[in-house]
Structures are given as C-alpha cells and as structure tokens.
C-alpha cells in the first residue's frame, strides 16, 4: 500500500516540494510553504461529499436568480439574545461560526451555556477537543444551577425536547481527532455543533503540529463541508494567538461565515461579544455578558455599566457612543496635571493615543490652552474601546474640564466630531443616541449644530444645545467660557 504523501505548496506562488524549507526555492519568499496531504489514490481518504440528491450524476447549471429557492432559513435561537443580536438574530442552519478570543476569557463557558439552552429543542453536539468529558461535565454541572435557579435563558416557544435544564439532547464527545469527530457528526446529524476549539484538533493524515496552520485549515475546510451538507450549524472556539490573530494567520476569516470576537477585560467582570464578519447580519454588533460565579449572565442595559454612577467630578464628562445599532452611554474621565517631564505624557485607555493627541492640539490652538506644558491621561469607564470619532466632544469636554477644575453640570451628554479647524462635525445614528440618554434621564445633550432633531429633543424632554464649534459647544456645556482667562 502506498504511503499517503505529504506536499509543502508555496502560498505565493503555487510551487510544490517533497520537503519543508523556510524559504519558498521558487520565488524566495519566507514561511511561505504549507503543508498539504496528497489524495491518497487507494480510496483511504474520507469519502468525497455526496452529490446532490437532486440531480445525481447530472451536470450542475446555472439558474435564473428569481427561481433560485431561498430554502428554509429559520434561523435558530441560541437562547441568549446578547449572543443572537451579535449573530443577525440566531444561528442559520449550515452556517459556520469562528468565535475568537484570548485564553479564559470565557469562551467555552458561553458556547457551554448556549448549547445547554439550544438543546432544549435541538439535538446539539458539543466537542470538547481541550477538556476531558469529566471536566466538562462539572462544568456544565455548576452551570446547570445557575440555569436551574431561574435565571435561565428565554427559552424558545415550542416543545422541549427533554424536561429543562436535563440537558438529554446535549450530547458531548471528548475527542481531538477529525476524523471521530466527523463521523459523530455525521452520524448524530444534529442541528447545532460545538468545536471548542478548532486549534485542538487534529487531522492524523498531516503530519504537522495540531494548531499549525495546515491543521486548522484542514480541519476546518472539512468541517465546513458537512456543515453545509448536512445543514448542521458549527460554532467553532478559536484561540487568538500572541500576534492577536484568530488561528494564526487569520487563516479561518474567509472560511467561515461569521466571525466573533469574545473580548474583555480578565479582571473586570463584563465580557464583550463583537461580530467582525457576517455574511448574514451587521458587523459591530455589541453583545455584553458578566462573568458571575456560575457563568454568563447577559447584561441587557449595559449603559448602566459604563456609567460611573458616583458623583460627577472635574474631569468627567459623558458621550453617548454607538456599538452598531445599539448606542451606549459611556463616561469619560480626564486627568490634565502640570507636567514634570520635558515632553508631557499622554496616555489614553479605551481611546487611541493618536485621536487623543489630536484633539489635545485642537484645543491648544482654537481655545489658546496651554495644554503642551500639561500631563493629560484619559480613560473610558467600564474598559470599553471607543473608536468613533463621535467620542471627541466628550474628550474635550473632559479634559478641558479637568484643566480648568470644573464640574460639568449633572444630566448632560456630549456628542460630536471634531474637526482639525475646531469645528462640529456631525455624527452618525444621533437619534438612536439621544433616545439612549433620555432613557437614561439625561436632560441636556450637546450636538453639533444642524441636527434637525428639535422636535424629538422636545417630546423626549431633553434640552437640546447646538454648537458649529468646539469653543461654542464648551460654552453651552460648561456655562463659562473655557478658554476664559486660562
Ligand atoms: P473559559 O470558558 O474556560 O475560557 P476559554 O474557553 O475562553 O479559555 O473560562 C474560564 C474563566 O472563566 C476562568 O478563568 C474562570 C471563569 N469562570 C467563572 O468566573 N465562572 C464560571 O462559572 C465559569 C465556568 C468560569
Ligand atoms: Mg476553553
């Protein structure tokens, strides 16, 4: 019987050896060589998918796109709605779903929790390629309380499969070989699958490492093949590694349908589900969790997290910032101190130092602040990262409020770009924003002039202030004039 080959394929430029070098010997480029199995020509390899049962044997044509059938779709429900908001409202049948993340940040925790809650109406399969079945199941036990003790999930309308929180439909296979697992799933055909995590398993046919680059590729491209035959929606855990990338080089992202990201602070206790891939829902959608003794639980008004929620101090300001669709009221705190240092620090958690700098420069230059001679950190409560520019009112308003030792009056919201002339630039979804703070009990919110919005401002009884610039919209939050006798 022939060996099965092992082939090495430049990913620049398509060349193949027998051996691994670092270096492609056809085009010279580095670290560019993967490993690939040969198909073995003595029938060893895994069967081939299926043909279509529609037309067997028959060429596939192409059909005109108003006959081409949308098929069932029922999207299903993960049971949590943090997690179904973030996947475009549920799990599509046949999708497959990278959820990426450092190391004990609560990944398999989550995926655990949602398979439990999921089997309740769905056969659901969870492969554990990292614990032992033991492990799991004490897991799934102190989870199980939690879910038992009426803070379970909304669970879907409809017949249960078994009585709740039994778990009867929640089958678990402890197992790192692809091939095992492929047959499970082929075998169970259940609706929902878990892999936790695609890095662990392992494709005895390679001889690489499992969690090289080869092996996760390989595993997961034939994942995804029974995914879509079988209709079988795959959540699949990924590690992120030291370079901050999903399974190495983002070798997955294009693979899978969605990808998620599962973020948060180890030490704070709030966790943040992302979406940065969605072939069937909106990016930057948020979905928030808190870590408690006895696992996940959804936090569905998050604003309240990211509120200080003591007393305003100097230096504290609060922006309304958008997630998505979903707007979040966030606070900002300033710290702008002399300087003891030649060059003054600036630091900036939650906020890019870059965006920091130029805001610190828009206020030196169009309200004279002699801020170059001051130290200025800033931070964004809750640990949150805050990427739009719709922040940057609000950073200003912190830091000059801070500079100059004032309080900004209680209730107030702050929203609006800078622009490098010190100008207000308009901001994205300010409807969505404004509704947020006057649900919050905001009563002032500070936009950029031209908003339009009068007339909602009036019926969610919020007074609205708009300001062309920055100098002005300081004015009307603070009450003095800022630049003052600074
Ligand atoms: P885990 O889901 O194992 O992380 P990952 O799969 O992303 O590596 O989560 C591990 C962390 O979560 C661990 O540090 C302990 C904490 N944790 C709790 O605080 N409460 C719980 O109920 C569970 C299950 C875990
Ligand atoms: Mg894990």
């Given at each position: 019987m022939a060996r099965p080959t092992t082939t090495y394929v430049c990913q620049s430029c398509g060349a193949q050896t027998r051996q691994f070098f670092g270096r492609c010997s056809a085009c010279g480029s580095w670290n560019s060589l993967v490993e690939q199995s040969a198909p073995?020509?003595?029938?060893?390899r895994r069967p081939a998918p299926a043909a279509d049962p529609q037309a067997p044997g028959r060429p596939r044509r192409s059909l005109p796109m108003h006959s081409v059938g949308e098929g069932a779709r029922q999207r299903l429900s993960s049971g949590y709605a943090e997690l179904d908001r973030v996947l475009g409202g549920g799990l599509v049948p046949g999708s497959l779903v990278l959820v990426g993340g450092d190391?004990?940040?609560?990944k398999s925790t989550l995926l655990l929790q949602s398979a439990e809650a999921m089997a309740r109406r769905h056969s659901v399969l969870y492969v554990s390629a990292e614990e032992s079945a033991q492990q799991v199941k004490l897991r799934w036990r102190r989870l199980g309380e939690q879910l038992l003790a009426g803070e379970a999930p909304r669970a879907e309308p409809g017949p249960a499969v078994d009585s709740p929180g039994a778990g009867a439909a929640l089958h678990l296979l402890a197992e790192t070989d692809l091939d095992q697992v492929l047959q499970e799933i082929e075998a169970l055909r259940p609706a929902v699958a878990v892999i936790d995590s695609i890095q662990a398993l392992h494709d005895a046919?390679?001889?690489?490492?499992?969690?090289s680059v080869a092996q996760v590729r390989d595993c997961a491209a034939a994942l995804a093949r029974i995914a879509k035959r079988q209709d079988t929606a795959l959540l699949l855990v990924g590690h992120v590694t030291k370079e901050g990338m999903l399974a190495g080089p983002k070798v997955l992202e294009h693979l899978v349908d969605a990808v998620l990201t599962f973020e948060g602070d180890r030490f704070a206790s709030h966790r943040l589900l992302r979406a940065v891939k969605n072939r069937f829902g909106a990016t930057h959608e948020l979905g928030v969790f808190e870590m408690r003794d006895r696992g996940l639980v959804e936090v569905s008004n998050p604003s309240e997290l990211f509120l200080g929620g003591e007393e305003l101090s100097p230096g504290t300001a609060t922006i309304v910032a958008c997630e998505g669709t979903r707007p979040l009221v966030v606070e900002l705190q300033a710290l702008v101190s002399t300087t003891s240092y030649a060059s003054p620090r600036r630091t900036a958690t939650g906020i890019g130092t870059n965006r920091l700098h130029q805001i610190l420069a828009v206020l030196e230059k169009h309200l004279g602040l002699p801020l170059s001679r001051f130290d200025c950190y800033l931070a964004v409560a809750g640990g949150l990262e805050v990427e739009e520019p719709a922040a940057d009112l609000g950073v200003a308003a912190a830091v000059v409020a801070s500079s100059r030792d004032l309080t900004l009056p209680p209730g107030t919201v702050l929203v609006g770009e800078l622009g490098l002339g010190g100008q207000l630039r308009p901001v994205g979804q300010l409807e969505l924003r404004l509704q947020e703070a006057a649900r919050l009990g905001f009563r002032r919110a500070v936009v950029p002039r031209g908003s339009g919005l009068g007339g909602l401002a009036a019926q969610l009884d919020l007074q609205l202030l708009e300001a062309g610039t920055v100098a002005e919209a300081l004015v009307a939050a603070l009450g003095v004039n800022p630049a003052g006798d600074a």
């Amino acid at each position: 019987m022939a060996r099965p080959t092992t082939t090495y394929v430049c990913q620049s430029c398509g060349a193949q050896t027998r051996q691994f070098f670092g270096r492609c010997s056809a085009c010279g480029s580095w670290n560019s060589l993967v490993e690939q199995s040969a198909p073995a020509s003595d029938g060893r390899r895994r069967p081939a998918p299926a043909a279509d049962p529609q037309a067997p044997g028959r060429p596939r044509r192409s059909l005109p796109m108003h006959s081409v059938g949308e098929g069932a779709r029922q999207r299903l429900s993960s049971g949590y709605a943090e997690l179904d908001r973030v996947l475009g409202g549920g799990l599509v049948p046949g999708s497959l779903v990278l959820v990426g993340g450092d190391p004990g940040i609560g990944k398999s925790t989550l995926l655990l929790q949602s398979a439990e809650a999921m089997a309740r109406r769905h056969s659901v399969l969870y492969v554990s390629a990292e614990e032992s079945a033991q492990q799991v199941k004490l897991r799934w036990r102190r989870l199980g309380e939690q879910l038992l003790a009426g803070e379970a999930p909304r669970a879907e309308p409809g017949p249960a499969v078994d009585s709740p929180g039994a778990g009867a439909a929640l089958h678990l296979l402890a197992e790192t070989d692809l091939d095992q697992v492929l047959q499970e799933i082929e075998a169970l055909r259940p609706a929902v699958a878990v892999i936790d995590s695609i890095q662990a398993l392992h494709d005895a046919e390679l001889s690489s490492a499992p969690g090289s680059v080869a092996q996760v590729r390989d595993c997961a491209a034939a994942l995804a093949r029974i995914a879509k035959r079988q209709d079988t929606a795959l959540l699949l855990v990924g590690h992120v590694t030291k370079e901050g990338m999903l399974a190495g080089p983002k070798v997955l992202e294009h693979l899978v349908d969605a990808v998620l990201t599962f973020e948060g602070d180890r030490f704070a206790s709030h966790r943040l589900l992302r979406a940065v891939k969605n072939r069937f829902g909106a990016t930057h959608e948020l979905g928030v969790f808190e870590m408690r003794d006895r696992g996940l639980v959804e936090v569905s008004n998050p604003s309240e997290l990211f509120l200080g929620g003591e007393e305003l101090s100097p230096g504290t300001a609060t922006i309304v910032a958008c997630e998505g669709t979903r707007p979040l009221v966030v606070e900002l705190q300033a710290l702008v101190s002399t300087t003891s240092y030649a060059s003054p620090r600036r630091t900036a958690t939650g906020i890019g130092t870059n965006r920091l700098h130029q805001i610190l420069a828009v206020l030196e230059k169009h309200l004279g602040l002699p801020l170059s001679r001051f130290d200025c950190y800033l931070a964004v409560a809750g640990g949150l990262e805050v990427e739009e520019p719709a922040a940057d009112l609000g950073v200003a308003a912190a830091v000059v409020a801070s500079s100059r030792d004032l309080t900004l009056p209680p209730g107030t919201v702050l929203v609006g770009e800078l622009g490098l002339g010190g100008q207000l630039r308009p901001v994205g979804q300010l409807e969505l924003r404004l509704q947020e703070a006057a649900r919050l009990g905001f009563r002032r919110a500070v936009v950029p002039r031209g908003s339009g919005l009068g007339g909602l401002a009036a019926q969610l009884d919020l007074q609205l202030l708009e300001a062309g610039t920055v100098a002005e919209a300081l004015v009307a939050a603070l009450g003095v004039n800022p630049a003052g006798d600074a």
